[in-house]
Every structure is written in C-alpha cells, then in structure tokens.
C-alpha cells in the first residue's frame, strides 16, 4: 500500500506503473520497506481488485485528517522540496553548475535552508534524501 501511495503521489495511475516505480525507486523506497524485489504489476493490480474500497477509503480519510492536522500544528511552518533541472545552459555555464539541484525551502520565512545534487550515479530522489537528512 505504501508503494501504490507513494508511485500515485508521483503520478502513476496503473498496475504497471506501481511496479515501474516500485523497481526504479528501490533505493529510496528501502528506507521505509524492506524488499529484494519488487512487486509485480499482477500483485499490485491482485491487491486492488481484493481490497476493500470503503475500508481503504475510510483509512485514507483518517490519514488526510490527522496529515492535515499536523501540518496546521506547524503554525505555517512547512519546508518545500523543490527540483531544479539545468537545461539548454551554455557549455561554459554547464561545467560550473550541477545539472540538477535540490533545496529545502522555509515556506513561512522563504528562506532556502539546504540544497544539493546527485553525485554521480544518482538522480533526484538521492539528492532529496541528503537535503532531508
């Protein structure tokens, strides 16, 4: 379920998304579930035709709630994570800027309080786990 909520967060709408996203966003996704593998687009699309939609429903309403909830508690305080791609930059601006950057923003104070980009090898969702951290 959290690999469904997550990829849907991410705009995946089928089966086969969830799976996609489960096998390409292991790395990220291991720091909340441990799995050797990822799920198929036949157990993800199995779970969906056997769960109960009201129950999940009414599960899904509670979480909003108490989401909504906490984030009211923080007084307006809310750090966005925001991406930034380098695109169609001049040769000589691309050898001193990262291609991708990542950054923690204070929202209230709008304040930028961390940034950073992939190291070699990794893509977004690795330079957001190092802002978070």
Known sequence: MVMMVAASLCGATTAT????FAENRKAALSRLIDYDSAPSHDTFSRLLRLMDRQAFERAFAVFAACFAQAVA?????VVALDGKALRRAYEKGQAASPPLTVSAFATATRLCLAASSPG???NEVE???KVVD
């Open 120 to 122: 070699l090898g990794e």
């Open 17 to 20: 998304e969830f799976a996609l």
């Open 73 to 77: 508690e923080t007084d307006g305080e």
């Open 127 to 129: 330079a957001a786990l």
